[in-house]
Nanobody, 125 residues
């Protein structure tokens, strides 16, 4: 059974940084692509970043390119999201997700069968 547990959210001032973690169990990063999504209040869930198990290619949402970095520690089975230069528009609940698929450009949130419970990130202006 796949279990994903996020941590690292909190309140930060604009321009600051946070690192989110997602502890994964019941899966291997060698056969599961991983992603971070976020959902702001009243908005649809959007992709933040993803990484393919097949070739390690990463994909970022346009609004976070150059500021956020997704990474994996296969030994710890933990996914990370380093978030720099945070903006108030980054305020959202951030979710970790997993899928056995690997062609990232073809994937939407509905292609990810496993989700964590989410962690709140609030950026103050």
């Amino acid at each position: 059974q796949v279990q994903l547990v996020e941590s690292g959210g909190g309140l930060v001032q604009a321009g600051g940084s946070l690192r989110l973690s997602c502890a994964a169990s019941g899966l291997s990063f060698s056969t599961f692509s991983m992603a971070w999504f976020r959902q702001a209040h009243g908005m649809e869930r959007e992709l933040v970043a993803s990484v393919s198990w097949f070739d390690g290619i990463t994909l970022y949402g346009d609004s976070v390119k150059g500021r956020f970095t997704i990474s994996r520690d296969k030994d710890k089975n933990t996914l990370y999201l380093q978030m720099n230069s945070l903006k108030p528009d980054d305020t959202a609940v951030y979710y970790c997700a997993a899928t056995p698929r690997y062609r990232l450009h073809q994937l939407s949130s509905t292609d990810f069968p496993s989700w964590g419970q989410g962690t709140q990130v609030t950026v103050s202006s």
